[in-house]
């Protein structure tokens, strides 16, 4: 298992969820839900060096078939966003149904929609990285495939 601080994301339409973990990799954990209407990739360039983190996990919504939907576009364009802008390794993590399971797992702890709106996000960002490092952990290998930088790409 590689040593070093992780940042999940999970991209949605209207908000970006952030989870990161512990130094060894072991533990997810919540961080902030941003808006994407507010500049998102800085404020995830902060937290990257905040807390020193060496790489970035990002969600690839695929339907249940597989396949690619507008979702999948918007994840893909995003990391690379990041990856042009953070100057850490970005992967792209198969996320399928991470925020349905939040979704269910915060209404069976008695929250509604409406008041878990600001949350689930961040939810589906810790599921979506502890599944990651749960499968580095027992494959060895980093989870997901690689974002690379364009040479002169866009930023934030």
Do not use: W, Y
């Amino acid at each position: 298992m590689r040593v070093g601080v992780r940042l999940g994301i999970d991209v949605g339409q209207a908000r970006v969820g952030v989870a990161r973990c512990d130094p060894h990799g072991i533990l997810a954990t919540p961080v902030q839900t941003l808006a994407r209407r507010d500049q998102p990739v800085v404020s995830i360039r902060r937290m990257v060096d905040e807390c020193d983190a060496v790489e970035v996990i990002v969600g690839l919504p695929l339907s249940l078939s597989g396949a690619e939907t507008a979702s999948t576009r918007d994840s893909r364009e995003f990391a690379l966003l990041l990856a042009n802008a953070l100057g850490v390794s970005v992967r792209l993590v198969d996320e399928r149904l991470t925020t349905v399971s939040a979704a269910r797992g915060l209404r069976e702890a008695g929250r509604t929609a409406k008041n878990s709106r600001s949350v689930v996000d961040q939810v589906a960002a810790v599921i979506l990285l502890q599944h990651a490092l749960d499968v580095e952990a027992s494959t060895g290998k980093p989870p997901g495939v690689l974002v690379e930088p364009e040479e002169s790409g866009p930023t934030a």
